[in-house]
């Protein structure tokens, strides 16, 4: 298993680190403050951003997360993780080289499972970066962890499918550009288990779909992009909405949230970085009881134990990238499970010592830190609790010794 960066990977690292020294970093203070300017903070997308947009397309440094595409780079999953983690140190970064969630796992699943049509309609303009979607999967009323609880009924009439249902912290929904939801829901109650549900392209415009309210995070509101309670009554669209057939909702979802996984780690140990860097320069600076906070031998122990929490996290998320390149997704569920908990607690870890290495600094809106951590701990149960991927990890795990057992007897 060979983690050496390849001279291509090697190059697209520093061009990436280039541009987000040059023109991420600098400009995140802008950002926030065209933002601040706008009357509705949903109703446009600062100009800062569409320029930065423009300049990362004209460089190349765009759709940098499809693997073996004729529409992507063309990067594995392991060449793309290193500049995933770049794009990770900044809130800003992500969409700026259309590598943003939850677009990315929108374009993977029209790639992998739409039609021609439907990729001509929907993923063409999201590959250009001119529109933005929303996925609607999690509702209020159910456990969505499960996502065989799904209540929203997909029913078919004549030519057309009539959807009705209730869904939330659908991202992306706020975005003045959003023009598509990808809706799972069930097609067929009375069908085995996990082929009841069925997913399809509603644009936003249909009539019947209502964006109720826009949900904010731990205060935080994610404007312009943000997370939407959704009400689709009555909602009518073609059956050639449907992706794939009827019944693959769940498969679809798998398929779809397996690389979402990862490229979530991929960004979190981006944000441990930064967390840390923006740690090592603050106790280097900032002196207490007659010496630099650097001295102390507790701060010292918080970046040693984040150095290597760090660490860890990177190995295993590198060895799920190359299992998933080598052997599939689905042969490496077990890595993506652990690396999906692991992850967000880690930089849960790292973040949270910077705060502590900040003071009162560290929970404001001067430094990155506070949205950073944010972000980590709605991590914990996005695209799936810690709890549901323990059970997983636990279950493949017995399974190796219950085969065992059987092969003895």
Known sequence: MEFMYSEKVQALQ??????????????????????????????????????LMQRAKEAGLWNLFLPD????????????APLCEIMGRSALAPEVFNCNAPDTGNMELLERYGTEQQKKQWLEPLLEGTIRSCFSMTEPDVASSDATNVEASIVRDGDEYVINGRKWWSSGAGDPRCTISIVMGKTN?????????????????????????MLPVFGYDDAPHGH??????????????????????????????????????MRLIGAAERALEEMCKRVEARVAFGKPLAAQGIVQTWIAESRMEIEQARLLTL?????????????????????????????????????????????????????LWVQARTLRFADGPDEVHKAQIAKLELRKYATQKASVN
């Open 14 to 51: 520093a061009r990436v680190t280039q541009f987000m020294e040059e023109f991420i970093y600098p400009n995140e203070t802008l950002y926030e403050e065209q933002l601040a300017a706008q009357k509705d903070r949903f109703g446009a997308i600062p100009p800062i951003k569409l320029e």
């Open 69 to 80: 595409s004729t529409y992507g780079a063309g990067l594995t999953n392991l060449e793309y």
């Open 189 to 213: 109650p009375d069908a085995p288990r996990h082929e009841q549900q069925s997913m399809i392209l509603v644009p936003m415009d249909t009539p019947g779909l209502k964006i109720e309210r």
């Open 228 to 265: 939407a309670e959704i009400t689709y009554t009555n909602v009518r669209v073609p059956v050639s909405n449907v992706i794939w057939e009827e019944g693959k909702g769940f498969a679809i979802a798998q398929g779809r949230l397996g690389p979402g996984r990862i490229h979530h780690c």
């Open 319 to 371: 060895k799920a990238a190359y299992m998933m390149d080598t052997v599939g997704n689905k042969a490496a569920k077990q890595e993506i499970a652990m690396i999906k908990a692991v992850a967000p607690q880690m930089a849960l870890n790292v973040i949270d010592r910077a705060i502590q290495a900040f003071g009162a600094k560290g929970v404001s809106d001067d430094t990155p830190l506070a949205f």
